[in-house]
């Protein structure tokens, strides 16, 4: 007997990468169990299949970093506080300072799907009745036909976990001049923010601010802020970084692009949708 629920959540993470770096990604997240019913003649409950396994879901990876720690050259440092420094295959580093519940440490390394399914998979089945004798996720990327972007940000100001410092999206992207869908201007944006992470100006500290050491890292950014969670730092190459002047919300991230837009086309209206992961975003026009 097999039961199953498609769409069950969407995780939205990101991941460290030695050659892209930080890249943020979405997932669609579809469930399959097997096993024996019980006795209500059910495999499991779907409120439970629900709410249960996307909490398990939340706990392990949803809006964390995720970080192959079988890299060579990594350090991974402390418990409850962790600083991380990661190696780029340029000679170049992230490293990051943050609560140990905002990564997922993967022993592998790199991040693929199969390798996060078989790591979730792991950790769900662990948690389920013994009726439930196997778990099969299906891990999915949405369909995206036109030019899109991956995006890793922290919103200090969210009380929930969109507030650690390195989350992000993959994400689809429409612009629209005099109500015609413009490819050139999509894909110009998609280029810019291929794997990037969008930093707040509010938050860009000197390095000697931050109370984490750093050797070699001239051209990079470093970001700082506390929020409910615990304090947060980064340090990433300023050529993976594109800095703001606003909080990252989809909100705030919309209408800087329609602003944008308008500034190079000013006669034309301009209504822009930007997506945070899938199926979810703003809209703003100007006319
Ligand atoms: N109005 C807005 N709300 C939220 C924003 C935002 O920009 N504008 N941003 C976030 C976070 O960045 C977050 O990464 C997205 O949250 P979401 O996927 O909705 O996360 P949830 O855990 O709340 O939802 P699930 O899909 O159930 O996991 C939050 N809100």
């Known amino acids: 007997m097999k039961l199953f629920v498609k769409a069950l959540t969407v995780i939205d993470s990101s991941y460290l990468d030695t050659t892209r770096g930080m890249v943020g990604e979405s997932y669609q997240v579809d469930v399959e169990l097997d096993g024996r019913v019980n006795d209500q003649n059910m495999l499991l409950d779907f409120s439970l299949v629900k709410k249960q396994i996307k909490s398990i879901i939340d706990d392990v990876v949803d ?92 919103l200090k100001k969210h009380d929930g976990n969109c507030q650690r410092i390195a989350h992000g999206h993959r994400s689809r992207l429409d612009i629209f001049l005099d109500d015609k869908w413009e490819h050139g201007l999509v894909d110009h944006w998609a280029k810019a923010w291929q794997d990037i992470y969008l930093g707040s100006m509010e938050d860009k500290v000197d390095l000697a601010d931050l109370s984490i050491q750093c050797d070699q890292q001239q051209q990079s950014y470093a970001f700082q802020y506390t929020a409910s969670q615990g304090l947060f730092e980064l340090i990433i190459p300023q050529r993976l970084c594109q800095l703001l002047p606003l909080d990252t919300t989809i909100e705030s991230l919309t209408e800087y692009l329609c602003h944008t837009i308008k500034a190079d086309h000013p006669t034309c209206k301009v209504k822009v949708m930007g997506y945070e992961g899938i199926g979810k975003g703003a809209i703003v026009e100007l006319d």
Request: aromatic share 6%; glycine share 8%.
């Open 63 to 154: 809006h964390k970093l995720i970080v192959p720690t079988q890299v060579a050259g990594i350090s991974v440092v402390g418990t409850q506080q962790q600083q991380i420094r990661f190696p780029l295959n340029t000679g170049e580093a992230i490293v990051l300072n943050g609560p140990a519940e905002a990564y997922c440490l993967l022993e592998s390394e790199c991040v693929s799907i199969a390798g996060l399914t078989a790591y979730l998979e792991h950790a769900i089945l662990s948690q389920l009745p013994n009726n439930i004798t196997g778990l099969k996720l299906n891990l999915s990327h949405e369909k995206i036909d036109t030019p899109f972007y991956h995006y890793s940000h922290g």
